[in-house]
């Protein structure tokens, strides 16, 4: 039995997301579905033969070749509490794989808008472009949902939000990092400090949420929202899963080929966006309707509220 589904946002909780920069915990899955889920996209993803790229390292995109999560992505309840912050047109651009194994390091806090792509031996080109207007911050045009695959609580690695933080720039996405494997801070072998506007400032001493989720919960967030996550102190492996949806009216990859990222690149020649909800009425993007295995991708009917 699935958990229960509440579909759209309240107007307390859109008001929440947009003071904040997040919202939720949310139930998604029950627990035993979120394992089952995770168990069987494991499996899909390990024996896929339409693999988007061959990176273990650069671990994005596995919804374009996991029919697991190609359905995960287009899941009503996360699609419509996005409708209620961005309206009826969505794309879903990106996922991520975020699995802390026992031991690992928290992620350092950052902020991203336009995810500059690449380290320091690559040039600063974003891969997003928005064409509208940012200034307003009631506007919303990027949404990244976070859910929880097994628990992510304190001792595994949850998430920290610095609330309201989204209003001002704490850190300079268009400078370049380099990856130091030997790190051992910071849970990609980054030192995101080296992006922090003024170095002196301490987010430690910032009102901070740790986000606690159950396995099959969610929340949604905005990337420029001060975000990071705590190490790994017990002896199981968070899973974590981030699927990430802009408006049409955003370019995504315009002048981007491929990924230089963790010490690894890959080509984007197989990435498409997938339409989630609603129209396209730009035509900026490429957009695929099935999957590397041929697998429909669902789309959220304007019912489902």
């Given at each position: 039995?699935?958990?229960?589904?509440?579909?759209?946002?309240?107007?307390?909780?859109?008001?929440?997301?947009?003071?904040?920069?997040?919202?939720?915990p949310f139930d998604l899955y029950t627990p035993a579905e979120a394992s089952h889920m995770w168990n069987k996209a494991m499996i899909e993803m390990a024996l896929s033969r339409n693999k988007p790229h061959n990176s273990n390292i650069i671990n994005y995109d596995r919804h374009l070749d996991c029919n697991t999560l190609s359905q995960h992505i287009s899941h009503p309840e996360i699609v419509s509490?996005?409708?209620?912050?961005?309206?009826?047109?969505?794309?879903?651009?990106?996922?991520?794989?975020?699995?802390?194994?026992?031991?690992?390091?928290?992620?350092?806090?950052?902020?991203?808008?336009?995810?500059?792509?690449?380290?320091?031996?690559?040039?600063?080109?974003?891969?997003?472009?928005?064409?509208?207007?940012?200034?307003?911050?009631?506007?919303?045009?990027?949404?990244?949902?976070?859910?929880?695959?097994?628990?992510?609580?304190?001792?595994?690695?949850?998430?920290?939000?610095?609330?309201?933080?989204?209003?001002?720039?704490?850190?300079?996405?268009?400078?370049?990092?380099?990856?130091?494997?030997?790190?051992?801070?910071?849970?990609?072998?980054?030192?995101?400090?080296?992006?922090?506007?003024?170095?002196?400032?301490?987010?430690?001493?910032?009102?901070?949420?740790?986000?606690?989720?159950?396995?099959?919960?969610?929340?949604?967030?905005?990337?420029?929202?001060?975000?990071?996550?705590?190490?790994?102190?017990?002896?199981?492996?968070?899973?974590?899963?981030?699927?990430?949806?802009?408006?049409?009216?955003?370019?995504?990859?315009?002048?981007?080929?491929?990924?230089?990222?963790?010490?690894?690149?890959?080509?984007?020649?197989?990435?498409?966006?997938?339409?989630?909800?609603?129209?396209?009425?730009?035509?900026?993007?490429?957009?695929?309707?099935?999957?590397?295995?041929?697998?429909?991708?669902?789309?959220?009917?304007?019912?489902?509220?």
């Amino acid at each position: 039995m699935t958990a229960t589904q509440s579909l759209g946002l309240t107007s307390e909780e859109v008001q929440s997301f947009k003071d904040n920069g997040f919202v939720g915990p949310f139930d998604l899955y029950t627990p035993a579905e979120a394992s089952h889920m995770w168990n069987k996209a494991m499996i899909e993803m390990a024996l896929s033969r339409n693999k988007p790229h061959n990176s273990n390292i650069i671990n994005y995109d596995r919804h374009l070749d996991c029919n697991t999560l190609s359905q995960h992505i287009s899941h009503p309840e996360i699609v419509s509490k996005i409708r209620s912050l961005m309206g009826e047109d969505i794309l879903c651009w990106k996922s991520n794989i975020f699995q802390k194994m026992p031991g690992d390091a928290g992620t350092g806090w950052h902020q991203v808008e336009k995810y500059i792509v690449g380290e320091t031996t690559t040039a600063s080109t974003p891969s997003l472009a928005f064409t509208q207007d940012r200034s307003d911050p009631e506007i919303v045009m990027d949404v990244s949902v976070w859910t929880a695959f097994s628990p992510a609580r304190r001792e595994q690695g949850c998430m920290r939000f610095l609330p309201g933080s989204q209003k001002k720039w704490f850190y300079d996405e268009e400078k370049r990092l380099t990856k130091r494997p030997e790190l051992k801070t910071d849970f990609f072998g980054y030192d995101y400090s080296e992006l922090q506007v003024d170095p002196d400032w301490s987010p430690e001493q910032e009102e901070i949420v740790e986000m606690e989720m159950e396995p099959g919960q969610f929340v949604l967030f905005v990337e420029k929202c001060v975000h990071g996550s705590l190490p790994n102190t017990s002896q199981d492996t968070r899973l974590g899963y981030a699927s990430r949806y802009v408006s049409p009216t955003v370019k995504v990859y315009e002048h981007v080929d491929r990924l230089v990222e963790f010490g690894d690149e890959i080509s984007l020649d197989y990435h498409s966006c997938v339409l989630v909800s609603g129209e396209d009425r730009y035509d900026y993007n490429r957009i695929t309707e099935h999957n590397l295995n041929g697998f429909p991708f669902p789309k959220v009917g304007s019912d489902a509220r």
